[in-house]
């Protein structure tokens, strides 16, 4: 995946866990919808200054946009949930709450 795709993902999913659409965080940042349309597609990248909007409008910052830790396969990621489940054995309270997130989750 090319980096102005990732960042465009990266930044649809910020915003939509901000609950905004594409109209309110484009008016936020001041530019038009079909400029964050693209930006959201990959098909272009932000200006440093827009990048800077958008992150102040987000809540975010640049190491949060730019990380990539999630690519891992299916694998990867249940070994690393695993780990987190492991470093906490000895805490009822926080292996409940994991629990009843996957819960929450699955059900």
Known sequence: MNIK???GEKIK????????????LAELVDIS???LSNIEQGISFP???TLENIL???HT?????????????NQELIGCTNEYINKVQGNREKLELIYKIL???ID
């Open 5 to 7: 795709k990732e960042v």
């Open 103 to 105: 819960r929450d989750l």
């Open 61 to 73: 910052t640049t190491q949060e946009l730019f990380a990539n830790e999630h690519i891992k396969s």
């Open 47 to 49: 200006k440093p200054e």
């Open 13 to 24: 999913r910020l915003r939509k866990r901000r609950g905004l659409t594409q109209e309110q």
């Open 56 to 58: 102040i409008s987000l």
């Open 33 to 35: 919808s079909r400029n």
